[in-house]
């Protein structure tokens, strides 16, 4: 399963989102959107969004800390 958290240090759901993986034990790969122009134009292309956390799940786009649509694309 690859997941992929798009991310900025000052975003307080972002740190939610790393956390409620970490206790259900789900690997992710962090992109810091603020210092990777690169990964920040990955998460437009793929969301539409400008906002973070943008949670990637095998290909399913999740934006903003949405408990159950985490749990159902895991």
């Given amino acids: 399963m690859a997941v992929i958290v798009y991310t900025t240090p000052t975003c307080p759901w972002c740190t ?11 690997p992710f790969t962090e992109k810091n959107v603020a210092a990777d ?7 437009v292309r ?3 969004q400008m906002g973070v ?4 799940i095998n290909g399913k786009i999740i934006v903003g800390f949405d408990k159950e649509a ?4 895991l």
């Fill in 37 to 43: 122009k690169a990964a920040a134009m990955e998460m």
């Fill in 16 to 26: 939610r989102v790393k956390e409620y993986l970490r206790e259900k034990n789900v």
């Fill in 70 to 73: 985490i749990d159902r694309a």
């Fill in 46 to 48: 793929k969301s539409g």
């Fill in 53 to 56: 956390p943008v949670i990637d």
